[in-house]
């Protein structure tokens, strides 16, 4: 399935949003390290520039991560519309179609002067719901990496996606795979056939 435009990049953010809990250091951790992060997102509207928003948007992230599933376990869709739900009703959604920065039209579920984790909650909320309403949750993925806690997004059309873009897993693990075919070609004959 395409999703739109507006939700494949408000899903991908939602992802950065959650991995920041597994960078060093956390760019939430700080207002100027905030700062920098959020102007790398695709969030529009009012900002305060306080350490105030910074705190809300990073007790937002808690809530956000909930969206994902545990590492092997299937998404519970029941659960996620009680979060999506909560969610809207919190941040006092109301949907409207909005046209700006080059994008066409497109949703936006509260005002641009909604406090900043109201309208990063609600965007997010609004795609998730996206994935609800085509029972495709399980593209909200958490990354096949050894030792890696980052989550994903799998809008790929095979759903093939395994790994996450925060770091260099998928890397690692092909690099690895290969190390592993490489000594095991080189072992001695005799030594493969007794293993």
Same mark, same amino acid.
């Given at each position: 399935?395409?999703?739109? *435009? ?18 060093? =250091? ?6 100027? &390290?905030?700062?920098? $992060? ?5 969030? &529009? ?7 105030? @928003?910074?705190?809300?948007?990073? +007790? ?7 969206? $994902? ?12 519309? @009680? ?6 009703? @919190? ?11 080059? $994008?066409? $039209?497109?949703? *936006?579920?509260? =005002? &641009? *002067? ?8 609600? @965007? ?10 085509? +029972?495709d949750l399980s593209r909200l993925r958490r990354c096949a990496g050894e030792d890696c806690d ?5 809008? &790929? ?7 996450? +873009? ?14 592993a075919r490489r000594a095991k070609a080189a072992e001695p004959a005799g030594r493969r056939a007794?293993?």
């Amino acid at each position: 399935m395409e999703f739109a *435009h507006d939700t494949q990049v408000v899903l991908a953010a939602a992802a950065a949003l959650v991995n920041t809990a597994t960078t060093t =250091p956390d760019p939430l951790d700080d207002l100027a &390290s905030f700062e920098a $992060w959020l102007d790398e997102q695709p969030y &529009s509207g009012d900002r305060e520039h306080t350490d105030a @928003e910074r705190v809300s948007v990073r +007790d937002l992230r808690a809530r956000v991560a909930a969206f $994902w599933p545990a590492a092997d376990a299937e998404p519970d869709r029941d659960g996620t519309v @009680e979060l999506v739900n909560a969610l809207f009703a @919190e941040t006092d959604a109301r949907p409207v179609l909005a046209r700006h920065a080059g $994008w066409d $039209w497109h949703l *936006h579920v509260t =005002p &641009s *002067h909604a406090p900043l984790a109201h309208r990063i909650g609600a @965007e997010i909320a609004m795609a998730v719901a996206d994935l609800i309403r085509v +029972d495709d949750l399980s593209r909200l993925r958490r990354c096949a990496g050894e030792d890696c806690d980052a989550v994903l997004v799998d809008l &790929s059309r095979n759903r093939s996606k395994r790994f996450c +873009d925060t770091g260099n897993c998928a890397n690692r693990a092909h690099v690895a795979a290969y190390r592993a075919r490489r000594a095991k070609a080189a072992e001695p004959a005799g030594r493969r056939a007794r293993s």
